[in-house]
């Protein structure tokens, strides 16, 4: 089992920066990419990033050039740099792994963490 554990959510004004972060633990051998997913309140959860182990990456076109995934290696963890913050951008992220082939399948998902953008 993988454990997946999100910090880093909260509030902020449209036009500023948060910085999520999520820790992995178990058997993460058996994951070979790490992402965020998002839902908005009476909205789909949606793919948000994805970042495999080799560093190749993926973004939802909503946050392409605002949002950056990272992740250390070493260190189990996967982050989300979000820069200019939105209103729609208001959700709560869920970190997740899983396999990514030709598409990202996620196999396990944290508890998730609120983010509020103000306007």
């Known amino acids: 089992q993988v454990r997946l554990v999100e910090s880093g959510g909260g509030s902020v004004q449209a036009g500023g920066s948060l910085r999520l972060s999520c820790v992995g633990s178990g058997r993460m051998r058996d994951i070979n990419a790490m992402g965020w997913y998002r839902q908005a309140p009476g909205k789909q959860r949606e793919l948000v990033a994805v970042?495999?182990?080799?560093?190749?990456?993926k973004y939802a076109d909503s946050v392409k050039g605002r949002l950056t995934i990272t992740r250390n290696n070493a260190k189990n963890t996967v982050y989300l740099q979000m820069d200019s913050l939105k209103p729609e951008d208001t959700a709560v992220y869920f970190c997740?792994?899983?396999?990514?082939?030709?598409?990202?399948?996620?196999?396990?998902w944290g508890q998730g963490t609120q983010v509020t953008v103000s306007s």
């Open positions: 997740t792994g899983g396999r990514w082939l030709a598409e990202y399948f996620v196999e396990h």
């Open positions: 970042i495999s182990n080799g560093g190749n990456t």
